[in-house]
């Protein structure tokens, strides 16, 4: 089974940038979809970025334009690049690994990020 192990939260001011990463094991990286989930304290879990295997890419309408996701395979690695981020964005962030269709098999522990003065 993979294993993910997220890293890079903290807390950053609003207009600021973050960029997470996810060590991801236990398999071959590169033939799997990777992405990105969010949840704030009282709200589900929304999707925010996913990069298939063969690199095409999607966003939330929330985060377009402000987020970038991207992948090293020979590092076994998924990033999330923020910026100009907003008090909005405050939450825990999640990897997870792309299943079949759009789903998704295996999730890491996530990291917190917080914007905030």
């Known amino acids: 089974q993979v294993q993910l192990v997220e890293s890079g939260g903290g807390l950053v001011q609003p207009g600021g940038s973050l960029r997470l990463s996810c060590a991801a094991s236990g398999s071959i990286f590169g033939f799997y979809a990777m992405g990105w989930h969010r949840q704030a304290p009282g709200n589900e879990r929304e999707f925010v970025a996913r990069?298939?295997?063969?690199?095409?890419?999607d966003y939330a309408d929330s985060v377009a334009g402000r987020f970038a996701i991207s992948r090293d395979n020979a590092k076994n690695t998924v990033y999330l690049q923020m910026n100009s981020l907003k008090p909005e964005d405050t939450a825990v962030y999640y990897c997870?690994?792309?299943?079949?269709?759009?789903?998704?098999?295996?999730w890491g522990q996530g990291t917190q990020v917080t914007v905030s003065s």
């Open positions: 990069i298939a295997s063969g690199g095409t890419i």
């Open positions: 997870a690994v792309g299943g079949r269709g759009n789903t998704w098999t295996r």
